[in-house]
C-alpha cells in the first residue's frame, strides 16, 4: 500500500480519513450571497468563465434553511451508503459577502449540525474584513473551518482578461490573515486559462509552494453556456485542452507541488445542460481512472509520490 492509500497523491480523501478517521463527504450550500463581480461593485458581469449560477450550479435549493440543505443531501447521499460524517460546504458566489450577522446565522447554524464535522467557505480573497475574520476565528475553535479562495492563476494579464478584480496582493494579504488566525486555505486554480502554457501554469503551483496554503484544486477550464468566455470560445480566440495533454499537465503539476499541500480537485464537471466544451469533461470518473492508472504505470512519478 503507498503513503496515500488509494491514489498516488495527497489526496482530499486520504486527508479527511487520516483526521475523522472514516469516510467524510461534502454537502454543497447556497447561502443566498452575491459577488462583488456580479452586483456592481467591481463589474456587473462576473468572472468571464462563471456561469449564473456563481459556481454553485450543483448546490443546495437557496430557498430552503441551511438545515434543510443539509439534510436533504445527507437524505440523498446516505440512501446510497452509510455516512455519518459531512463537511458543510458554502460554494455558490461569494460566501463571506454580507453582513456578519448574517454570515454568524447560516455559519453557526451549519457547524451546529451533528453529522457536520467541518466547514468550509469559498469566497474572495478582498471580500475578508476584520469582523468576518474575527467570527471564522471564533467557529474554528468549535469545528474545523476551512476557507477556499478563488485564485485561478497568478499572472496578472491572465487575471485581467478573466476579470477577476484584484491583484495577487490582496491575495497574499488575505492567506496572511487567515493563517495567523489558524484557519486552513484552500487555493482554487485552473488549467487551461486563455493564453496559459504549461510553463505559467507550473509558476503558479511554484508559487504556491512558497504559501502558507494546506490545500489546493487543479480545476480544468469548461466553457459553460451563457458566459462571456463561450462567447470568446465560438469565436476561436482559444482552444480547450485535450483529455490526455490535460491529465499530462495535472501529473506535471502534482510533481511539482509541495506533498505536503492536500489535493482537493484535479478535475471538475460542469453540469452537462451548460457545458459546451471540452465535451469529454462530463466523464469524469474515466478521467479519474486514467490519471491513476498513468501515475501509477510511470516509475518517474512513482519514485515521488510513494515514497514513505
Known amino acids: 500500500m503507498n503513503k496515500w492509500s488509494d491514489k498516488p497523491y495527497h489526496s482530499l480523501d486520504y486527508m479527511l480519513r487520516e483526521r475523522f478517521g472514516e469516510k467524510v463527504y461534502k454537502v454543497t450550500l447556497n447561502g443566498g ?8 461593485k467591481l463589474d456587473h458581469r462576473g468572472c468571464i468563465f462563471c456561469s449564473a449560477g456563481g459556481s454553485g450550479d450543483f448546490a443546495a435549493d437557496a430557498a430552503l434553511s441551511i438545515t434543510g440543505q443539509i439534510n436533504a443531501q445527507i437524505s440523498l447521499l446516505s440512501a446510497k451508503r452509510p455516512i455519518r460524517k459531512y463537511i458543510a460546504y458554502f460554494q455558490a458566489y461569494t460566501n463571506t459577502y454580507a453582513p456578519v450577522t448574517h ?3 447560516i455559519f453557526e447554524e451549519a457547524i451546529a449540525h ?4 467541518a466547514l468550509s467557505i469559498g469566497t474572495r480573497p478582498d471580500c475578508l474584513p476584520e469582523d468576518v475574520l474575527a467570527l471564522l476565528f471564533e467557529l474554528n475553535q468549535i469545528k474545523p473551518v476551512w476557507i477556499e479562495l478563488g485564485l485561478q492563476t497568478i499572472h496578472e494579464e491572465t487575471a485581467a482578461y478573466i476579470r477577476r478584480g484584484y491583484p495577487l496582493s490582496c491575495f497574499e494579504q488575505a492567506v496572511q490573515r487567515l493563517r495567523a488566525r489558524g484557519i486552513e486555505v484552500i487555493v482554487h486554480t485552473i488549467l487551461g486559462l486563455p493564453g496559459e502554457d504549461p510553463d505559467k ?3 503558479t503551483m511554484e508559487y504556491l509552494n512558497h504559501m502558507d496554503i494546506q490545500g489546493i484544486k487543479l480545476q480544468l477550464l469548461h466553457v459553460l453556456e451563457g458566459t462571456d468566455l463561450a462567447a470568446d470560445y465560438r469565436s476561436q480566440r482559444f482552444a480547450v485542452l485535450e483529455r490526455d495533454a490535460y491529465i499530462d499537465l495535472v501529473i ?3 510533481e ?3 506533498p505536503r499541500i492536500v489535493i482537493h480537485r484535479v478535475t471538475g464537471d460542469g453540469p452537462k445542460e451548460l457545458l459546451i466544451a471540452p465535451e469529454w469533461a462530463s466523464r469524469k470518473r474515466e478521467v479519474l481512472n ?3 492508472h498513468r501515475m501509477k504505470e510511470e516509475d518517474a512519478y512513482q519514485g ?3 515514497r514513505r
Do not use: E, T
Open 256 to 258: 511539482h507541488l509541495d
Open 304 to 306: 515521488k509520490y510513494f
Open 201 to 203: 501554469i507550473l509558476q
Open 33 to 40: 450571497m452575491s459577488c462583488p463581480n456580479r452586483d456592481g
Open 103 to 105: 454570515l454568524r446565522h
Open 252 to 254: 506535471r503539476c502534482l
Open 114 to 117: 451533528p453529522d457536520v464535522a
Open 290 to 292: 486514467l490519471l491513476h
